[in-house]
């Protein structure tokens, strides 16, 4: 047996992924500006760089708040050779970063346009009554009783179909704000796959969030509150970690209806742990949103509430999320003029 020093190419490789390692245990604990410089110096082992290092860079980048920065990379991934299924993620991050520079538009026209990619095709502007064949089809196949219809199912194996569903949860995240029939559909689509290909992390999402618009399109609220419990066990029981922030914030809108108010607001000091542990600003921001029109709802102190919101707009001006911004400077104004009604200094 032949002993010695490894080939240059074999300590090089080891020694790139040990260094991209290092990167990733770096983004995990929030330290994106220390993630970044190991990525950099990964990228000097493979000056090819490979799919997946950029695409960490790219999603360090953006949770580092540098988002042209981000949106270039995600753009030479797509438009470069490379798996279908990666180029998925990197859709959906591009599809985000346009969000948070405030045009939902192209957010989801970016997702859509992707999701063509797949074969899965959506109207953009869909009519009531395709809402309202959608709603029968998936009540054949569900009844009154989700809990039934999607807990026993096993997890979802087929990768193709859960980069689908991961487009297709980003696409409703965006259809919210531009189209809500839309966003109906998209849900629809996503538990019809799920019953015919399994759960995923994206599934809880869409039953959490099928329970809030079958609440606001056709009053089913106790209907809902169940879906959003329902999606909350999956959430915990198969640790779904990626979803679970954005499954608890449809929670907290769907108890409003049936629950005291207080439970709106656990719901979204949740999501805001959940979201801040796993680096989701974007959900972050949202339940920051949601907390202050809650506890103004529930008749909270003022000026405890006032400083909720100062704290939030820290925490949103950092992620720059210009458009949750905007909402909590007017809910700051809001509280100012309660507490000041006359304007007298």
Same mark, same amino acid.
């Given at each position: 047996?032949?002993?010695?020093?490894?080939?240059?190419?074999?300590?090089?490789?080891?020694?790139?992924?040990?260094?991209?390692?290092?990167?990733?245990?770096?983004?995990?604990?929030?330290?994106?500006?220390?993630?970044?410089? *190991?990525?950099?110096? =990964?990228? &000097?082992?493979?000056?090819?760089?490979?799919?997946?290092?950029?695409?960490?860079?790219?999603?360090?980048?953006?949770?580092?708040?540098?988002?042209?920065?981000?949106?270039?990379? !995600?753009?030479?991934?797509?438009?470069?050779?490379?798996?279908?299924?990666?180029?998925?993620?990197?859709? @959906?991050?591009?599809?985000? /970063?346009?969000?948070? +520079?405030?045009?939902?538009?192209?957010?989801?026209?970016?997702? /859509?346009? $992707?999701?063509?990619?797949?074969?899965?095709?959506?109207?953009?502007?869909?009519?009531? %009554?395709? !809402?309202?064949?959608?709603? &029968?089809?998936?009540?054949?196949?569900?009844?009154?009783?989700?809990?039934?219809?999607?807990?026993?199912?096993?997890?979802?194996?087929?990768?193709?179909?859960?980069?689908?569903?991961?487009?297709?949860?980003?696409?409703?995240?965006?259809? /919210?704000?531009?189209?809500?029939?839309?966003?109906?559909?998209?849900? @629809?689509?996503?538990?019809?796959?799920?019953?015919?290909?399994?759960?995923?992390?994206?599934?809880?999402?869409?039953?959490? $969030? #099928?329970?809030?618009?079958?609440?606001?399109?056709?009053?089913?609220?106790?209907?809902? *509150?169940? !879906?959003?419990?329902?999606?909350?066990?999956?959430?915990?029981?198969? %640790?779904?970690? +990626? #979803?679970?922030?954005?499954?608890?914030?449809?929670?907290?809108?769907?108890?409003? $209806? &049936?629950?005291?108010?207080?439970?709106? /607001?656990?719901?979204?000091?949740?999501?805001?742990?959940?979201?801040? =542990?796993?680096?989701?600003?974007?959900?972050? @921001? *949202?339940?920051?949103?949601?907390?202050?029109?809650? !506890?103004?709802?529930?008749?909270?102190?003022? %000026?405890?509430?006032?400083?909720?919101?100062?704290?939030?707009? =820290? *925490?949103?001006?950092?992620?720059?999320?210009?458009?949750?911004?905007?909402?909590?400077?007017? +809910?700051? @104004?809001?509280?100012?003029?309660?507490?000041?009604?006359?304007?007298?200094?």
């Amino acid at each position: 047996m032949i002993t010695g020093t490894p080939p240059a190419s074999a300590r090089a490789e080891e020694f790139y992924s040990l260094v991209f390692l290092a990167a990733k245990r770096a983004k995990n604990t929030g330290d994106y500006a220390s993630a970044l410089r *190991f990525l950099q110096t =990964a990228r &000097t082992l493979k000056p090819q760089r490979p799919f997946i290092l950029m695409l960490e860079e790219a999603e360090c980048e953006f949770l580092h708040g540098n988002l042209a920065s981000a949106l270039n990379i !995600c753009g030479k991934m797509l438009s470069a050779p490379g798996d279908l299924t990666e180029k998925a993620r990197a859709a @959906c991050l591009m599809a985000e /970063i346009h969000m948070r +520079q405030s045009d939902i538009p192209l957010a989801l026209e970016t997702t /859509i346009a $992707w999701l063509a990619v797949f074969g899965i095709h959506f109207s953009r502007h869909p009519d009531n %009554d395709e !809402c309202d064949a959608a709603r &029968t089809s998936l009540q054949q196949r569900v009844g009154r009783d989700p809990h039934s219809a999607f807990m026993p199912l096993a997890l979802m194996q087929d990768r193709e179909i859960e980069s689908v569903m991961n487009l297709l949860a980003s696409s409703t995240v965006f259809a /919210i704000f531009v189209c809500p029939r839309l966003h109906f559909l998209l849900l @629809c689509k996503m538990l019809h796959l799920t019953l015919d290909h399994g759960v995923t992390g994206a599934s809880a999402f869409a039953i959490s $969030w #099928y329970g809030v618009l079958i609440g606001d399109r056709y009053g089913e609220y106790k209907l809902g *509150f169940r !879906c959003g419990i329902l999606a909350r066990e999956l959430v915990n029981q198969h %640790d779904f970690t +990626q #979803y679970r922030a954005r499954t608890l914030i449809s929670l907290d809108r769907l108890s409003i $209806w &049936t629950q005291p108010i207080s439970f709106a /607001i656990d719901c979204a000091k949740a999501t805001f742990a959940a979201a801040v =542990a796993i680096g989701d600003r974007t959900t972050a @921001c *949202f339940a920051l949103r949601h907390q202050i029109m809650n !506890c103004l709802a529930r008749g909270d102190h003022l %000026d405890a509430i006032l400083t909720s919101i100062e704290r939030a707009l =820290a *925490f949103v001006r950092k992620a720059r999320f210009k458009d949750v911004e905007n909402v909590l400077i007017m +809910q700051r @104004c809001y509280v100012n003029t309660l507490r000041n009604p006359t304007g007298d200094p």
